[in-house]
Every structure is written in C-alpha cells, then in structure tokens.
C-alpha cells in the first residue's frame, strides 16, 4: 500500500489481533456473569468455576491439537495432527537478534502466535455457550471432559472445513465471524447436553405447566449482556484479519455499526414480541434479543448497506423469543435461553448472508453449510455425552440439586448471608 511499509502493516495487524482478542477473551467475564445471575444463587459459586475452567481448558486445548487440526496442513476433512504450536523459525531467529530475518517475519503479514491468540477466544466462546444452557445439574468434571472434547476436537474440525480451507470453503460457503462455525457448533452442543442432561428437578410440572425460574439476579445478568456487547466489537471486528490500510479501517468501521444496529434491533424486536407471546415485557426476553441479533449479523457483519443489519438483529431476536418458549413446548430446559440465542440465530444470520448481493453467497450452499455442521456437532456431541453419563454420571444426586452445587460440590456460597430456603418440587 503506498505510503506506508511493510513493517508498519505488519505491526498493526499484529496489534488488532492481540486487542481485538483480549476483546473477545472479556465476553468470558459477560458469560460469567449471565450465566451467575440466570441460575439460582445456590449455584453461582458452581458457574464462576465452571466458566473460568471452560476459558483454560479452551487455551490449552487449542494449543496443544485443536489448532493445527483446523488451520495446519488442512485436507478437505481435517487438519495436522501435528503436536503443539508455536513461532515461526523466522520469529525466533528475530527475537534472538538477527536483523536478516525482519524481511522475512515482516512478509507474513502479522506475528504468528498473535493470530494463534485470536483463534484461540474464538474457541472458548464456542464452549461457554454450552455451559449455561445445561447449568444447575451437571457435574463439574463431566462437563470439563466434554468441553475438552469438544475444543480440541469438535469445534477444529468444524473450522477446517470452512476457515481452513476445507470441502465447505471450496464450495462456497461463507461465514465471516461465526454464526454457524462459532455460535451454531455452541448450539448444536448445547442442544445435545440438554436433550441427554435432562431438565432440572420440578421444572416441568406432572399437570404440564413450566415452573418460573426467573434470573436471581437480573442486574448481573444485564451487566453480562453489556459485557458481551462490547466484546462482539472484538469478535466481529477482529475478523477483518487486518488493519494495515484503509480499506481495512473502513471495514472495521461498517462492521462495528452493523453489528450495534443489530444487537438494538434484537432488543427492540424481542420486547415488542415478548408483550403479545409471554403477556408481559420480559427484561430476560430483550436481553437475549441482544445476544440472538449480535449472533444473527455474526455472519455478514460487513455490508454497506446497513438498514440490513437492522432487519437481521431484529429478525433474530424475534426468534430468539420464540424459540425459548418452543423449548419449554418440547420440554428442553436451557436455563440461559443459549440454544434459541446462539443455535436458531445463528441459523438465520447464516442463511441471511445471501442478502447481501455483494458477497455472492448461495442460498442451498449456506444450508448445505448449515446441516453438515448440524448434524456432524449434533450427533458427535450426543454420543460423547451419552459416553459421559455411562462412564462418570453427568447428573448431581437430586440430593446436591436440591441443595444447590455451591454447598453440595463445592462448599462454597456465593451468598454465604442468604438463608437457602428449600423449594417445593412436583418431579
């Protein structure tokens, strides 16, 4: 690019890929806290545990398999099966003092281990959305193996096929952030976990009524929201893969708003709808509509044309909504709303990207894309759980539920002053 070097690009990608992931490392913090503030407080202590294992399982996991299956030598499946990452030769003859070798670490377009880095959140992300959705009843080092499983494993390979270069990449398939690659493969997994988990004791009631579980603390539950909010900023921006021109600032630019307009549309969107579906404005309702619209844009948060991310936010809020009251249909219990906010949007962010002409996306590719994912994640994530429960249990004893997992797994509360009052079950 005229007017500026090599060396200078190279220096500014590096830079966005170490913030724009420190970014997306904070949604950590945002699923954290919504995921403490959904559950009751007997069980917060348990989710603070979880979520900050699910972040260092994610990193060692990745860094040891999970990158070099989706980015290393990648076939049409899969990727090298090749131990451990690490800087290039070129970097480590820099770093140990040898000028010959900027021109070459420089033609990289960006240091290489800072890339690692930016994948690395993006995997993390994947497995905190299947914590909430199956929280309140599963045990810690059951959960911990899956989530193993699934960032070392799962979720690589998913990426070979589309961000690696794979057989879905060679068709066409197209997923800037990660709809279906990131959110989808959550959702698909979370769905799995809920389905062989099972609902949380009393909650759906022998008359066929749904008992209330409403947030315990609805203000760390919207502070989780802005949290996440904030990091998709990262996570969308970030996926520019570059800020060494300005083609590059102005991408990143339409695809902050973009993804803002989407996220407010979401709200709005699941709000209005919340009144006339659940017969209230449901605070709980338009705080998922924020995360279904952030999801829905994930996929085409570069269009110029930005009255569409309007529509796409506002669409996926709207399923949002009411995919969580289908679930309580079919008697699912996702205690945090993850599979209608992260699978059902990400489904339709994914298949709106044919709206925007200037990608060129194809409608039966994007859902050729969508299934392949669907059922690979689906039905792996199944039968790993099912090995789970058969070897290690994946439920608490009713004992330890009723109890709470604070006290009875961790002899911990989170609110050591509040009297645990026993609630009444209709099992």
Known sequence: ????????????????????????????????????????????SMICLKNIGVYSIAGLAYFFIGYNLMYVDVGDLIGSLEFLYKSSSDEIALLGGSESAVADVVDTGYSKMSYWFFQMVFVATTASIVSGAIAERIKLWSFFLFTLILTAFIYPIVGSWTWGGGWLAEEGFYDFAGSSIVHGTGGWAALAGVIVVGPR???????????????????VVTLGVFILWFGWFGFNGGSQLALGSASDAVAISNILVNTNLAAAAGVIAALSL?????????????????????????????????????????????LCTMGIKLLEKLKLDDVVGAVPAHLISGIWGTLAVTI????????????????????????VSFLVWKVLDVLLGLRVSPEVERMGQDVGELGLEAYPEFVLMPEPFDE
Not at 11 to 29: P, Q, R
Not at 286 to 300: D, F, R, Y
């Open 1 to 44: 690019m005229p007017g500026i070097d090599l060396e200078t690009q190279f220096v500014f990608n590096t830079f966005a890929f170490l913030i724009w992931g420190a970014l997306v490392m904070w949604m950590c913090a945002g699923f954290t806290m919504l995921e403490s503030g959904a559950v009751r407080t007997k069980n917060a």
């Open 201 to 219: 004791l009393g909650k759906f009631k022998r008359d066929g009524s749904v008992k209330a579980t409403p947030p315990s603390n609805v203000l």
């Open 274 to 318: 919340s009144r006339r579906l659940l017969g209230r404005t449901d605070l709980f309702a338009g705080l998922n509509g924020a995360i279904a619209g952030l999801v829905a844009i994930t996929a085409s948060p570069e269009m110029v044309n930005h009255w569409w991310a309007v529509v796409i936010g506002a669409v996926g809020g709207l």
């Open 356 to 379: 925007n002409g200037d990608i060129g996306a194809r409608f039966h590719i994007q859902l050729l894309g969508i299934v392949s994912i669907g059922a690979f994640v689906f039905v």
